[in-house]
């Protein structure tokens, strides 16, 4: 038997999952609160482009980062707030991220949700959709040529990704050299406006694991209990060396693409049906009927979580944002092989 | 009545759509959404079947494109930012802008790129890339700065036998206004003269126009008269319409949206300094993007494109020797 | 009941498919002699860059070319000899092209597999794998904006291909509009030097065609009758409407990748299996058992046809190459849009 | 003993591999089979697990290979043809390219390319794209000319800390040969006086070194001295080196087998036009291939690329002013 973050022997005894799901709650909580407010910011005409929200997928995204471990591997997708946090990734890197903070990983450079520590094995996302995936299976590659056992790698897409050529070559490449790849797909039924039904024809995306040769896993993403169970499964059987696995997990966007669309193509039936429950009321609920915690335990909770929340903000609006002639527009590491381009405006002291 | 850059588009499209029956609309979200800048509004409704919602499948959507080009069809493809046509490079440079040669058949697509830095877009979300498709045989790179070339070459565009890789700036979309749309316009492959001048002649394309007559704007007070010379294409180029105004002015200044190595403003200058060399008083100069990506945060990025600012700085060291 | 080539209801009834298998051998007979005949004038010096041929896989090929129409759409892979004559390349297409004579359909500007006549339906491949098969969607599209029905578009692509991203981008949207596409996988177990095992890791590749939503039908490529009536059965499906297709056939290369290549990776177990079985001896065999042909009339027709291929060769070798003075040297059909780059030398008597 | 610029590959490769066990090789057909042009004959036997084969999935390729830089690895990725780095074409501008920008953190990783004409090979088998890869900021792109080159540039390469695009010319492959490896080297960045002469600079790279040499061994006999500058490395471009060239010449003509809007051979002569324009006794040219993709037929090929002869031609010109 693999072990999982939660191990699926023992679900029935619920006594046992109760730490995990608690942490997972509370950082379901915080990254919810989180991007609210960079929301509300958002529409307070506060922020510098696009704000890009997970409402509705932190049961799922949780579940990945809360099944990694240090060491692992983990490519993000727009809307895994919460499982970065799960990761170990710093509330305020996404603040700072956000803001343009020289103080965040991305110095200002790259903004909002693109943003990693490679180091700590968060890899920064380029915007085009699919392309983490292969850098996924390069960093799990190199694990192996170096001889390090027992690592894995989770690339997070979209129902939307599926349809890339970078998807389809990183994902076969996956399964030609066995890499401990777990391919988590958060089917939110969407991509921008597009619907399912014009993304894909067949009848469900796990239709796609057996024809690269790899391990399929479907999941209720609203449910996260069933996250943590079926994301720890597929991430612990990578990691015990039964090749890459794809884990699709259905759910709907409860949010615009992005903060400045209001969404209104997406269908009321699906909003009414079981898919458009909120993966975080739905654990409050079950927090609540089982005794785990009541309403003044997740009030505080909320206000704790608020809290913090509104300090990173504050601090991060404090810190210095970049400055263009402090900043050394250079491209390349090696930099002595930078060309300086200030010839483009000729200086009038040159001997011509 | 105003109209706006991103209008102009959208009615360029409709008009096409409404006289053409072969022409079609093809990309990610342009149908009943209207794409991700609206610029496919209504049209979906308004030509029911002709405007297609796509996968996020970059290189099939241009190869689709081409299929349907060979047939006779007339599409129109939308790329939801030009950067992300870097998935669709190969159906561009090498299915589509080789067709014609290879077969001595057309290859009418044309394939919208919103392109351009704005505020907060970051790395992946900004990127020109006329340079990159210019290089390539086979290819017409248009680059409109107003809402009327932005109207008309739509529609020429659209008319033009061969692959058109149609370059708007996002920039403009909504803020670049006019009164009405244009009933006759300068042909592609003509560029224009935006500002009359005798000191110096200022190219530039796309919203780099707009830095650029900001800088003469400036520079006038100074009792400069800068000459700007709006590429409108960028292939084909209108050599002789930038030599004519370098005949005039004796300075050239080139200005781009790109980054500095090779590129539009390359060309220019490559061009006039190996068949205009004697017009020259001074050596010809050019003003491009800082060589990174382009930077997220707006005091970053206002510091790595040209502005109105640096435009005139370069002007005024060029105009002093 | 959909109508094929040769109608699967009666296959038992052996008689009824006599002439479509004669045609088809003929064809091959003729792919075949005309390939050999190229690679040893490639071996002998005498032909401009690499020469690539299809032998052994001549049944496969030879059943998409009789299956189709004309109206339809069809984009080989580069060992389709077979199935561009049966559907009606003219044998001088190959050869003209082959040796770059300006009669040629690519006039010398393109050479060897790389030719088509798209106004018939026959698409010039680009060599990029995978490229062709998103164009004969759009062909497909076009058709059905046209209000054009009935037709049908057969890419053609091999193992290697699907590993391509622009292979999934194209079947994922032909399944996406229900395109009349037939996409025919001829598996012939090496991509160049690259077997299978390292190319991908599903049992089959025809157990992709569920996650496309696809109809798979998988066939012996070695088998004359058999890939005339699957190939068959899959374009009538696609004709009547079914969507796209997927054909899987399984056989081997009986030749190096291109004619420079000893091909000494191979398997000779594949070789001795009966995937190494040729189809045009298993054809000829087939012929001699059912009295449909004797040695006589085998020795006649390879005779006959060898002096076609001959007379074919002789014609174009006397017919003129391309002449670069002669040559416009633009490449836009918009001729007033092109630029003159002559400015290029400079031009002594110019005004400078 | 001789070796082949082919030869010379193989062995940097070889003694990458051998000296740093972070170095691997990933691509098409690489492994037992040595490469579709035998760059790897051997090493996957001589270095078990470290030569690896990849399916024809080249975006996935190129991105692997950024991944495993990331994780400190040295990848060496073997694109089969040029012409098919266009679907690896976000993975290396986006991805590896913006990485160091976006991180500070290296990305080391070498692309290389068999790039360029041979004959019969056709447009989809002989294109060049140094100018393409130059454009954007983040690549190193190199151009080595001679077996020397392509040896000790590979080496420095591989151990440079950002992505390398190794632009290796095919036509060199089995007929270029040097007596030889060298054991030093010029570093990357700087250009090589090729041949002496005082009369014009020719600025060439990778294959037209050589048609440049002959074209200056023909102009020779007509009492011509021409230098030859080897650019060696695209990008960066060692300006300082080809304008103390054209400082002693007085005339420039830059020549590229790639094709003639934009990329190296304007890059060259907008900088020299910028920076150096008094020294410029006569207007600068350029000789690039002409303007369609490359043909098939040896007719028109030797006429689509610059050969001597016609590069001697537009000497001839040149020095005529
Ligand atoms: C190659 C590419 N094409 C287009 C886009 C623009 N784009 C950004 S997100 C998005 C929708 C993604 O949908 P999905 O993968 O389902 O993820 P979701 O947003 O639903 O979480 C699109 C089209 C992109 N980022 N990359
Ligand atoms: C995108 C791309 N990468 C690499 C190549 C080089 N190449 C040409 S044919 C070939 C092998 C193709 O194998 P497969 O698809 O199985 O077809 P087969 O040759 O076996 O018929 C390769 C790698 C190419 N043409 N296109
Ligand atoms: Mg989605
Ligand atoms: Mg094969």
């Given at each position: 038997m693999v072990q999982t973050v939660l191990d699926s022997g023992r679900v029935s005894d619920l006594s046992a999952i109760r730490g995990v799901y608690l942490k997972a709650f509370r950082i379901m909580l915080l990254a919810r609160l989180l991007e609210e407010k960079l929301a509300s910011l958002y529409r307070a005409g506060k922020m510098h482009g696009g704000v890009f929200i997970g409402r509705g997928q932190e049961a799922l995204s949780v579940s990945i980062g809360l099944s990694l471990r240090e060491g692992d591997i983990f490519a993000p997708l727009i809307r895994d707030q919460a499982g970065r946090l799960a990761f170990g990734e710093p509330l305020l890197d996404a603040v700072r991220t956000y803001f343009g903070s020289v103080l965040g990983p991305m110095r200002g450079r790259d903004g909002n949700v693109h943003r990693g520590r490679p180091r700590q094995g968060l890899l920064p996302m380029i915007s085009h959709l699919g392309a983490m995936i292969a850098v996924v299976n390069g960093a799990l590659l190199a694990r192996r040529l170096k001889g390090i056992q027992g690592t894995v790698g989770v690339a997070s897409v979209g129902d939307g990704a599926t349809s890339t050529g970078a998807f389809h070559e990183a994902l076969n490449q996956a399964a030609v050299e066995r890499l401990p790849l777990v391919l988590v797909i958060a089917n939110n039924q969407y991509a921008y406006s597009t619907p399912n039904s014009r993304q894909f024809a067949c009848a469900s995306l796990l239709d796609r694991a057996r024809g690269y040769g790899v391990e399929g896993h479907g999941v209720d993403g609203t449910d996260l209990i069933e996250c943590l169970r079926v994301v720890g499964q597929a991430i612990a059987r990578a990691r015990a060396g039964h090749g890459p696995q794809m884990v699709v997990a259905e759910l709907l966007r409860l949010c615009g693409h992005g903060e400045h669309d209001p969404a209104d193509y997406v269908d009321p039936q699906l909003k009414n049906s079981r898919l458009g429950r909120d993966c975080l009321k739905v654990a409050e609920e079950f927090l609540l009927e089982h005794g785990w915690a009541d309403a003044t335990s997740l009030a505080e909770w909320r206000e704790e979580t608020q809290r913090t929340v509104e300090e990173a903000i504050a601090q991060v609006q404090r810190e210095p944002t970049p400055d263009p002639f402090k900043e050394s527009w250079v491209a390349l590491s090696s930099r002595h092989l930078c060309e300086t381009h200030e010839e483009e405006v000729p200086n009038p002291g040159a001997d011509i | 009545m105003s109209i706006t850059y991103l209008e102009a588009i959208r009615e360029a499209q409709a008009r096409a759509l409404a006289e053409d029956p072969r022409v079609f609309i093809y990309g990610q979200d342009v149908g009943a959404f209207g794409g991700a800048f609206k610029a496919t509004k209504g049209l979906a409704q308004e030509f029911p079947g002709r405007v297609i919602d796509a996968p996020i499948s970059e290189d099939a959507i241009v190869g689709l494109a081409v299929g349907a080009a060979i047939e006779g069809m007339r599409p129109i493809v939308e790329i939801q930012f030009a950067d992300f046509s870097t998935v669709a490079f190969n159906q561009i440079v090498n299915q589509a802008a080789t067709f014609f040669w290879r077969t001595n058949l057309p290859c009418p697509i044309t394939v919208r790129l919103p392109c351009g830095g704005t505020l907060g877009s970051g790395p992946f979300h900004s990127q020109t890339m006329e340079s990159v498709y210019a290089h390539y045989p086979g290819l017409i790179v248009l680059t409109p700065a107003t809402v009327e070339d932005a109207y008309s070459m739509l529609l020429e565009a659209v008319a033009i036998d061969d692959p058109v890789i149609f370059c708007e700036h996002k920039l403009l979309y909504y803020h670049l206004k006019a009164e009405t749309l244009p009933t006759e316009a300068l042909p592609v492959g003509r560029a224009r003269i935006a500002r009359e001048g005798r000191h110096l002649t200022l190219v530039a394309y796309s919203a780099m126009v707009h830095e650029a007559l900001a800088a003469a704007d400036e520079l006038k007070t100074e009792g400069w008269d800068i000459e700007v010379v709006d590429l409108r294409s960028v292939k084909p180029l209108d050599t002789d319409t930038v030599m004519a105004s370098v005949a005039r002015t004796g300075r050239l200044l080139c200005v781009g949206e790109s980054w500095p190595w090779g590129g539009v403003t390359a060309e220019v200058i490559t061009r006039v300094a190996s068949?205009?060399?004697?017009?020259?008083?001074a050596p010809p100069a050019r003003l491009n993007a800082k060589d990174t990506p382009v930077p997220f945060h707006p005091n970053l990025w206002a510091a790595h494109r040209p502005t109105a600012r640096s435009i005139a700085a370069a002007a005024r060291k060029l105009l002093r020797q």
């Open positions: - | 068949e205009g060399f004697a017009l020259l008083d």
